[in-house]
């Protein structure tokens, strides 16, 4: 503190001080000495004699020459012309003849020294800069001459500037810090000059005391003890210390260089004693007081921090650890933490502070931070986006002051911190997400975590400790990446980020398997996705000082490299490799080839180091790596050079790994440490590369390649040794990963992968049963067109390969099949081939006479097969065959789901009918649109209405056209390496239902596809007793809806009768009796021969054939007269329906749907009218039997009339469709289902357009958008039925049911909302009332779209009340 050292006693002891400095002078200690070599003696003598004769005519010629100077900085005593040459009388009495010379060139050098030494007063830079230069160039040669000249220079010049001796000073520094050694004499002269001078205030400041302070820096280098015990002396006195001596402790504490071998140590041992001595300090106000102003003192530049004021926050946080009273420590730690935290030097500052104080009370310290995490300030600068005003700036980084102080207490606490790790890295990870994000607090969080994992990485204790916290720190780090500028390389942040991951991820618990993904695709992608350098360097040009780009990528990229070691030495396994090079096959199949190199370079780094290292277990199975041995093998084809050198390295590692872990022994003794391929730079980077490093390639084209002899051959002949050692898994891996490049849109991979393809058959055909036969035409042509050629003439054999390697199914096995029906012809041959397999089913020993059968057996390539044809329906390749084998494949699949249920098979549970998506096979498949519509995807609804503010609202909602949905489902996403988690395979019975779902889907059948799922029919074939049932209703659903296959499936299952399985009689024989029913049968199998083919039936050995052929010759095809008999049965009949017991009225409204089927197309349609009629009464019925037993007969006569003009029945479906409509809300299951499929049958009688729509919806679609689309098809189609409508919704107000009264008001209220003027004619008040007391219940419903639907109702209903009638 310059206020306790005042100018004033500066300057009154400025006599004093320089006759100490003279008295110390080592030559001035001789002058009292005697007579020593001179009889004479030395008498003192004035400065104008004290240079003898022969010298003085040169030295004034000497000092006549003219130096410019500035006036304004001359010194203010006048200098004698001559040049004074300060010796010593001892010096002068050295003047004996063979001195003589010697003595001369000392005094010569002497005077231009004392020359130089004046001439620091010019003001000319460059002058100064080289008196300067030449002051130093002596003092290496005579160092203590210039010491003396320059000490007897400042004793005879007291008065000079400020300036001057400040220039004094830095020569002085210099000179010293050139000296040997330095007499002890020297020492303390030269040192009590300094320390009088380090607190001296003059027009410079601290400019000129930190010069001072330097020359007692130089002095320690000598002898640092003894001044280290001065500045002890000076700092224990209890005055708070000057800043010059904090800057001197300072300088001392953070430069090494002062110091020799082990003295550091000692250094800081006094310095923690000093903080010992220093504790009593802290209970004295005054000391305390400028401490904490020193500390928050505004330094000069903030991006700097002054010497003295970080040995400060050293010193403050050495005196806390030492300090006993828990309480002073807590009290100065809040203190200082409420001091300003707006400069990242004073953050930093205070964090050490508080690190060194934890070292010996962590407990407080942590306390502290707590308290002043939860204080005012910190919740503030946590929440607030905006400053209000400049005070507000002291807290905005007040988290990243308390991130770094929990750095620092890990670092300084050592192996106290283990059991406080959790609780830290809790805290930080709270920082992180919670306060205001920027670069300073990213810098924070990243230099506190380094310090953090640092210190448990440094303990031996750490492996003993679970730490809970690692995995939410992980996630920030990951985030942290991911904010990083994807163009931009400025900064060590992701070389940090990663180096903290590869940290982290050897602690425990070990990482499971999805955090270790998601790590190694964030960082793979942050360094890997980077731009070429040159674009990197362009984001710098206007930084003031640019990073070095090269260096800061290499680092980064070495980083990656670690933490993929670290990864494969904490899991030493096959599968852990195949997991990281999984995550690099990405950007090896990169089109940049930038990334291309960056992935391979880090691929072959990571299989350098595992062929180094040997850290894989011998014990583990070297598998899964024919992928890798191809990518690296197109690789070795890639235009850049870098990449393929580096490629071919790659697989000479792999080679010698191979080696070493089929041995399964130690490594092999005569390996050699392989050499880099490439000249690498300083960094360790190759000098030369695709875009990664600066200087062209070299142009000779030899590099130094390890003595192996696999490093020595090219890169063709490289792949062949590595093929040798390959399994024929890996060797079917290979081909794939050719086959995926032969579809790149580069050229050289295209080529390349082909070649290999060649390779892989010709070296290796015999292994490969799947391709044996494949003979690849020309490198260019594509393999999979040299498939599709083979295929021509090989179907069976290449169907029969491809099925054993077909289950299950992944996307390289569908590309062979696409190949396979790329021409039309193979298409249908390929299905062909399939149904046969299809149909080699294991056959149960003896004839199958109706006796108890065993079990089958199941057959591998059977249900390959059966998987394949699920499959190939949504490939476009066999679109047309699939369509044109609609028959074949109806037939083979409804016996394949008999022969699965005969099996009895583990099969998934039954779940509800859910929109049908057929199974995705893990394979992508290309879209088709079909002219016809398709059932799988979802409607395209509108949207529900808007209740809107006026009035005056269309009469009429528009529908939009429908949609022309697309036939194929979705595609299925591509497996990422590495990620492919084993999935359940579905049971032979489901896929097969799946299979017969998407034929009728993929081939335009979605009419009888409807039928079933809106009765629910597909759960009738999920047991071998309701089997039959199913086949019957689908059977029946193409006859009802006249399907063109009708004529093409019968032509088909003629054949079939004749089958001898069983089960394709059975279901030949159920479909043909359900056909009987369509006038097209005849056209294909006339009558008389339909009763030649029932009746050889009826000798069938299996009895279930022998009950149908019997029902089927009942037909009244066959007996006419039965369709009189039948009609006069119906009013009976019709009587029945009100009997009092449930189930037979149940039962009779059944037979009397039976009849109407049986019938035909002989109809009833005289009784139509009345059992329609009838059939409506019971839709309200009370019993829920009745009810759906009602709906269900009301939709077979429906179905029954279709093609007939019945102008009464249309009348009777017009005033059915509202209950219908409104019953889908029924709460018996049921009787939904039927007004479901009722409803359905009566818009294909009334011609309602988006009828596909409509059974989407009624089949899949819930809430108020479905809602409101069925009433819009109602209104649009029924305009004239308007006031019917609206009269029979009223009516269900008054239900009992609270879905089915629900839906009625939503019904009105979109009425209301469409129809404004026509409902307020026709309601009346007590309509009115009573929906305005409807609406008022439907505001409590439990569902919020009902009550905001009923509110604005409400609202919308009181306008149209108030309008007048």
Known sequence: MDGQHSEKSQSDTTADRTSSAMSQNPRAAQRQAGTRGNPEGDAPCPA??????????????????????????????????????????????????????????????????????????????????????????????????????????????????????????????AVIEASNSLEEAWQKSFMQLALENMTKSTELEEVYQDAASDVLLAICRHSWRMVAQHLETEVLTGVFPHRSLLYVMGILTSNEAIFNEGEKACWEEQLAQLAVKSVQFLNTDMWSKELLSALTKPDRTHQEQPPEKAFLFIYYGLILQAEDNSTTVRTHLRTLLDTSHQWPKQREGIALTIGLAAARHLDHVWAVLEQFGRSTPIKWSLHSFCLKNAEDLQWKWASSTILLS????????????????????????????????????????????????????????????????????????????????????????????????????????????????????????????????????????????????????????????????????????????????????????????????????????????????????????????????GMLGILCQDPDR????????????????????????????????????????????????????????????????????????????????????????????????????????????????????????????????????????????????????????????????FLDFSVPLDSHAFCLWRALGAEQPVSRQVL???????????????????????????????????????????????????????????????????????????????????????????????????????????????????????????????????????????????????????????????????????LLSTTGHWQDFAHLELQGGWKLFSTIDTYPQGVSLLARAMVQNHCKQIKAVTSQLLPNLQSKEAREREVAILILTEFLYSPTLLEVLPRQAALIVLARSLRDPSPEVRVLSLQGLGNILFHPEKESLLRRQLPPFLDGFFQNNEQVVVQVMGTVSDVLHRLGAHSAAAQSLGVAINARSFFDD?????????????GDLVAAMAGKEISSLRTQVHQSMVPLFLHLKDHCPGVVTQAKFTLYRCAVLLRWRLRHTLFCTLAWERGLSARHFLWTCLMTHSQEEFGIHLAQALSYLHSRHRHIKTWAALFIGYTICYHPQAVSQMVSSVDTNLLFSTFEDLKKDPEPGIRVFATRQLCFLQKVAARPQ
């Open 48 to 173: 104008s004699h004290r240079i003898s004769s022969p010298i003085s005519r040169s030295m004034k010629d000497l000092s006549c020459m003219k130096v410019p100077q500035d006036p304004a900085h001359r010194d203010k005593q006048a200098h004698p012309t001559t040049i004074l040459l300060c010796k010593s009388r001892s010096s002068q009495a050295a003047l004996m003849p063979k001195e003589h010379k010697m003595f001369m060139e000392e005094a010569y050098n002497a005077a231009i020294c004392f020359k130089m030494l004046r001439d620091l007063n010019g003001s000319d830079p460059l002058h100064l800069k080289y008196i300067i230069k030449k002051i130093k160039g002596m003092a290496y040669r005579a160092p203590n001459l210039v010491l003396e000249t320059i000490h007897d220079y400042l004793v005879d010049n007291p008065e000079i500037s400020s300036r001057h001796k400040f220039r004094l000073f830095h020569v002085l520094e």
């Open 406 to 629: 929990y750095g620092q207490m890990a670092v300084r606490a050592k192996a106290h911190i283990l059991p406080w790790v959790d609780n830290i890295l809790s805290r930080m990870v709270f920082y992180f997400h919670y306060s205001s994000w920027d670069e300073t607090l990213k810098q924070s969080f990243l230099s506190a975590v380094l310090m953090l994992v640092g210190a448990v990485s440094r303990n031996e204790g750490a492996h003993s400790y679970e730490f809970s916290q690692v995995s939410e720190l992980l996630d920030c780090l990951m985030v942290l990446m991911e904010k990083e500028p994807r163009d931009t390389l400025c900064t060590p942040t992701r070389q940090q980020t990663i180096h903290i991951i590869s940290n982290l991820c050897k602690l425990r618990p070990p990482l499971d398997l999805e955090k270790k993904s998601q790590l190694l695709s964030t960082c793979l992608h942050s360094v890997l996705a980077l731009p070429l350098l040159d674009v990197l360097e362009k984001h710098t040009c206007l930084f003031l000082e640019p990073p070095n780009i090269q260096t800061l990528y290499n680092k980064t990229s070495s980083a990656l490299d670690q933490l993929l070691q670290s990864f494969i030495m904490q899991s030493p396994t096959t599968d852990e490799l195949h997991l990281l090079l999984s995550h690099l096959y990405p950007w090896l199949a990169s089109e940049k080839a930038q990334e291309r190199q960056r992935a391979v370079d880090r691929s072959t780094a990571l299989l350098r180091f595992l062929s180094h290292s040997h850290a894989l277990d011998p014990k583990e199975d070297f598998r899964r790596i024919g992928q890798l041995v």
């Open 642 to 801: 870098a990449i393929q050198q580096s490629s071919v390295e790659g697989l000479g590692h792999l080679y010698q790994l191979l080696i070493s872990q089929t041995a399964r022994a130690a490594p092999m003794v005569n390996a050699q440490a392989p050499k880099q391929l490439s000249p690498a730079s300083v960094d360790g980077a190759p000098v030369w590369s695709s875009g990664d490093q600066k200087t062209a390639p070299p142009t000779p084209p030899e590099m130094t390649f390890p003595k192996d002899h696999i490093f020595q051959l090219d890169s063709s002949q490289v792949i062949k040794e590595v093929m040798k050692h390959l399994t024929k898994a890996e060797l079917t891996d290979l081909i794939w990963t050719a086959i995926e490049g032969l579809g790149s849109a580069s050229p050289f991979r295209v080529q390349a992968a082909a070649d290999m393809l060649l390779t892989t058959i010709r070296e290796h055909g015999a292994k490969l049963e799947t391709l044996c036969s494949v003979c690849i035409p020309q490198a260019k042509e594509k393999a999979l067109h040299a498939i599709t050629l083979l295929a021509q003439n090989h179907t069976p054999e290449l169907v029969a390969t």
């Open 832 to 998: 062909a081939v399939l149904l046969a397999w299809l149909q080699e089913r294991a056959l149960p020993p003896g004839p199958r006479d109706g006796s108890p059968q065993p079990k089958d057996k199941p057959c591998p390539r059977s249900l390959a097969a059966m998987n394949m044809l699920h499959e190939l329906q949504f490939a476009r390749e066999f679109k047309k065959a699939v369509q044109e084998a609609f028959p074949q494949l109806l037939l083979a699949l409804l016996a394949q789901l008999h022969y699965t249920l005969e099996l009895h098979l583990p099969q998934e549970p039954h779940l509800p009918q859910e929109p049908l998506l057929p199974q995705e096979p893990h394979l992508p498949r290309e879209p088709h649109l079909p002219q016809e519509p398709h059932l799988l995807q979802e409607p395209h609804l509108p949207r529900e209405p808007h209740l809107p503010q006026e009035l005056h609202l269309p009469q009429e909602p528009h529908l939009p056209q429908e949609p022309h949905l697309p036939q194929e489902p979705r595609s299925a996403p591509e497996p990422q390496p590495g990620h492919e988690a084993p999935e359940a395979m579905p049971s032979p019975h489901s896929t097969s239902l799946e299979a017969l779902k998407s």
């Open 1182 to 1194: 009370e019993r829920d039997g009745i009810r759906a037993a009602a709906m269900a007969l009301f």
